[in-house]
């Protein structure tokens, strides 16, 4: 990750989680992997009650200990609010949402954050999702974790 987070950071990450549990991993790794390394991950437990935080905070530990990586616990108030929650905590000028069971492709962040800052007329970008399983290898065999 780099330097100067929160106020460098290009693209926030909303991430919710409600029992995630084991999926969150994939999706925290996913983040790991990426190609660009200015952006926040603010992250709501929408009162998991399970071992989401748990297994949250050991993923995390890879990450770098600074202040680009919220947590943010709250009673179960469900996705859209817990996600308004997530935004309003968000510094970036690019929020994207990745969902606790989805995985981004290394370069998404920053191919949608260097579409979006050359097209200043477009607000919103989305992608085509991919389904993938255990068995199949992601990105033409890079793997995210």
């Not at 510094?91 to 949402?97: E, F, G």
Request: a negative charge.
């Amino acid at each position: 990750m780099g330097t100067g987070y929160p106020q460098g950071a290009k693209v926030s990450v909303v991430t919710t989680c409600y029992n995630a549990g084991p999926l969150v991993v994939h999706s925290l790794n996913s983040l790991k992997q990426q190609s660009l390394a200015e952006f926040e991950l603010v992250i709501v437990d929408d009162g998991s009650t399970d071992e989401t935080i748990k297994i949250i905070e050991g993923v995390l530990g890879d990450f770098p200990s600074s202040p680009h990586v919220k947590i943010i616990r709250s009673v179960r108030v469900g996705r859209a609010k817990a996600l308004n929650v997530g935004i309003a905590n968000s510094v970036a000028p690019l929020i994207t949402i990745l969902d606790a069971d989805d995985v981004l492709h290394p370069d998404y962040l920053k191919l949608v954050a260097d579409y979006l800052e050359k097209n200043a007329t477009i607000a919103v970008a989305s992608a085509k999702p991919v389904v993938w399983s255990e068995q199949l290898p992601l990105w033409g065999g890079r793997k995210t974790e």
